[in-house]
């Protein structure tokens, strides 16, 4: 990686971790996840999960705690868009995550990331939800955690650098990490 980009990996809900806990997962698995990347070192931990339906009460309050003692966790407001439907120029209806979960949160970005004509997603721009001020993407959100000062909210949208081989990112399964 290039200087002053951090180390990333991605953990995977992979076919290993699926067959050993069934999705949709317990939120105390979410929390258990947390946890463990507290205790390996993680700068940030960012959850591309929708956390807006509340599930058990117990779950969801571990959850809600171990985000809350992290303060390093980055949730997603997901757009629930289908784009086929939707009208040219219509805001995103995004779901946000549940306020106990929120509140702790180090940010909260957008997952949006819209199809160009010729079938390339080459950007994540903010999103605006009806009533919000608006969202950063996602990524941006998250290397903004991870890099305290960073202003990486520079351009209207984030870039997405299509130069870098695949495989550059490591990934890790849930199950190794729990």
Do not use: C, K, N, Y
């Not at 807006?52 to 705690?65: C, K, L, N, S």
């Amino acid at each position: 990686l290039p200087i002053g980009v951090p180390d990333v990996a991605i953990v995977a809900i992979d076919q290993r971790s699926l067959r050993l806990w069934p999705w949709p997962w317990s939120r105390g698995l979410h929390a258990r996840i947390v946890d463990a990347l507290e205790r390996a070192g993680a700068v940030a931990t960012a959850f591309d999960v929708d956390f807006t339906p509340a599930r058990d009460g117990e779950g969801d309050a571990a959850v809600a705690a171990a985000i809350a003692r992290s303060g390093r966790v980055v949730l997603a407001a997901v757009d629930v868009r289908d784009e086929a439907a939707a009208q040219p120029g219509a805001r995103p209806e995004l779901t946000l995550p549940l306020a106990a979960f929120a509140s702790g949160a180090a940010g909260i970005g957008s997952v949006m990331l819209p199809i160009d004509p010729d079938g390339v997603i080459r950007r994540a721009p903010p999103a605006v939800p009806e009533g919000e001020v608006g969202l950063r993407p996602f990524a941006q959100v998250a290397l903004e955690t991870a890099v305290p000062g960073l202003d990486a909210a520079r351009a209207a949208s984030t870039r997405i650098d299509h130069r870098a081989p695949w495989g550059a990112v490591a990934v890790i399964s849930a199950a190794d990490v729990v």
